[in-house]
């Protein structure tokens, strides 16, 4: 794998871990929508993950992403 494909699958994880660590106290989805801090962090961190995801596939064009579509429109 390329050095830079190595880094968007890095970026991805890291946010991945940082998501959970925003929201594994929060309840529901009342808690998350009224917790603006939370909201705004893990909303910037999923679209973190998709410029990667769209760098990823534009270098590696053979990878198979499910719902890379979806997962880049966040």
Known sequence: MPHDTNKYLEDIRLCIIKIE??????DNFEMYQNNLKTKLAVERLLAIIGEAVSKLLKI?????????REIIAM
């Open 21 to 26: 660590e925003f929201i594994s106290e929060i």
């Open 60 to 68: 590696s064009k053979d990878l198979n992403i499910s719902n890379k």
